[in-house]
């Protein structure tokens, strides 16, 4: 009898812990999804790592949304917006004489793309070298690119360039 009174008690304390958790969960909504399909992301994210590779400063930055972010690498502080972009990006001539993708991997997971990438640079002293890397570059519903963050080893990349 007593254990049927102690079971008894014990089914009440974890039916009301359970209502009490059941009171405290918070509905979770999921992220908006884009219209955008895989190939679409895949395509502006390419054409955004090959007008940066060419150079061409106004195609890279006509890629990004208007309140767009690039931390490059992760860490530092981020650039935002399309005319801080556009500054950005027009530095790399200024340093360097050549940028060239040898290779390009893309996965894309919803409106984010995964990329995995290796560049061959060269300096305006004629130094050639290579910078692996990979970015997580959120693409919006207007298919700008809203944020761009790149994981590289920084401290090689300036360290080439001074050589």
């Known amino acids: 009898m007593r254990n049927l009174s102690f079971v008894k008690r014990m089914t ?5 812990l359970m209502f009490l958790v059941v009171l405290n969960v ?10 955008l399909t895989p190939e679409q992301i895949k395509a502006i994210v390419t054409d955004m790592f ?3 590779a060419a150079f061409d400063a106004q195609g890279t930055t006509d890629a990004f949304a208007a309140d767009g972010t690039i931390e490059d690498p992760v860490g530092s502080t981020p650039i935002q917006g399309t005319q801080a972009i556009l ?6 001539p200024t340093i360097l004489d050549e940028i060239r ?4 991997d893309v996965t894309v997971c919803g409106n984010e793309a ?10 305006k002293t004629g130094n050639v070298f290579f910078v692996d890397g990979i970015g997580i ?9 809203q944020s761009d ?5 920084q401290a090689y990349f300036l360290s080439q360039l001074q050589q």
């Open 12 to 16: 009440a304390l974890a039916m009301a």
């Open 26 to 35: 918070t509905r979770v909504e999921a992220a908006p999804t884009t219209n």
């Open 50 to 52: 090959n007008k940066f």
């Open 87 to 92: 500054a950005y990006q027009q530095t790399f």
């Open 101 to 104: 993708i040898q290779s390009f």
């Open 114 to 123: 995964a990329v995995k990438w290796r560049l061959r640079f060269k300096t």
């Open 137 to 145: 570059i959120k693409v919006n519903e207007d298919g700008k690119i």
């Open 149 to 153: 963050r790149e994981w590289f080893d």
